[in-house]
């Protein structure tokens, strides 16, 4: 979406974003947090560590969180469905569904269904443009510059998905639906009195050295 109406102090009109590996890259504590989910022989330390994981808002947290949903012991199962739930990112959705039939423990089922409940709705909000009543920006992603050997539409459903995800996952954010118009868009942002910004990515294919 290009927004040039909206050019001014309360608009950035396009952001060059680079899409790297630090989209996806969680921090030094992160990384320690997901090292004792997987590695630990103390299910009360993979308990702690997924919960923990839960708030870190890093989309790097989902994938080990869905791993941990298959963990021999139910307290660290039950845990890890409730950071997915927490995490608010669209991508743990599918796993989520996908373990719900093969969990044997009650108490871990219903806590999948609470996060898929709660995955659900914030998808549908976000493509309904909701907007989320302690916004202060709205960020419009924009069309992909595709320089990858991947399809525009594969890289429009990775990209755009982790991106939304990871904002709607940050207090004070709001994501415009998918092909909003110029006009929508600022008609939202002057009436919520947000600041704006329109990203622009540019996916480069990797250099293997």
């Given at each position: 979406?290009?927004?040039?109406?909206?050019?001014g102090?309360?608009?950035?009109?396009?952001?060059?974003?680079?899409?790297?590996?630090?989209?996806?890259?969680?921090?030094?504590?992160?990384d320690?947090?997901?090292r004792?989910l997987?590695e630990s022989?103390?299910?009360?330390?993979?308990?702690q560590?997924?919960l923990?994981?839960?708030?870190?808002k890093e989309?790097?947290a989902?994938?080990?969180?869905?791993?941990?949903?298959?963990?021999?012991?139910?307290?660290?199962r039950?845990?890890s469905?409730?950071?997915l739930?927490k995490?608010k990112n669209?991508?743990?959705?599918?796993?989520?569904k996908s373990h719900r039939?093969?969990?044997?423990?009650?108490?871990?089922?219903?806590?999948?269904?609470?996060s898929?409940?709660?995955?659900?709705?914030?998808a549908s909000?976000?493509?309904?443009?909701?907007?989320?009543?302690n916004?202060?920006?709205?960020i419009?992603?924009?069309?992909i510059?595709?320089?990858t050997?991947?399809?525009?539409?594969?890289l429009?459903?990775?990209?755009?998905s982790?991106?939304?995800?990871?904002?709607?996952?940050?207090?004070?954010?709001a994501v415009?639906p998918?092909?909003?118009k110029?006009?929508?868009?600022?008609?939202?942002?002057?009436?919520?009195?947000?600041?704006?910004?329109?990203f622009?990515?540019?996916?480069?294919?990797?250099?293997?050295?």
């Open positions: 979406m290009h927004l040039p109406s909206l050019r102090s309360r608009w950035l009109p396009s952001l060059l974003l680079l899409v790297s590996s630090g989209l996806a890259q969680a921090s030094g504590k992160t320690e947090l997901i004792q997987k022989d103390d299910f009360r330390v993979r308990t560590a997924a923990a994981l839960g708030v870190s989309a790097a989902v994938s080990p969180l869905c791993g941990a949903l298959g963990d021999n012991h139910e307290a660290v039950g845990a469905a409730a950071a739930g995490l669209p991508e743990g959705l599918p796993c989520l039939d093969k969990e044997s423990n009650a108490t871990v089922k219903t806590q999948i269904d609470k898929i409940q709660t995955l659900e709705a914030a909000a976000g493509d309904k443009g909701e907007i989320p009543a916004a202060k920006w709205y419009s992603i924009g069309k510059n595709n320089k050997s991947r399809t525009d539409a594969e429009e459903g990775v990209i755009r982790a991106m939304a995800g990871k904002l709607r996952s940050l207090d004070g954010y415009a998918r092909g909003e110029t006009d929508a868009a600022k008609k939202i942002i002057q009436a919520k009195k947000l600041k704006g910004f329109e622009q990515i540019t996916a480069e294919a990797p250099v293997y050295d």
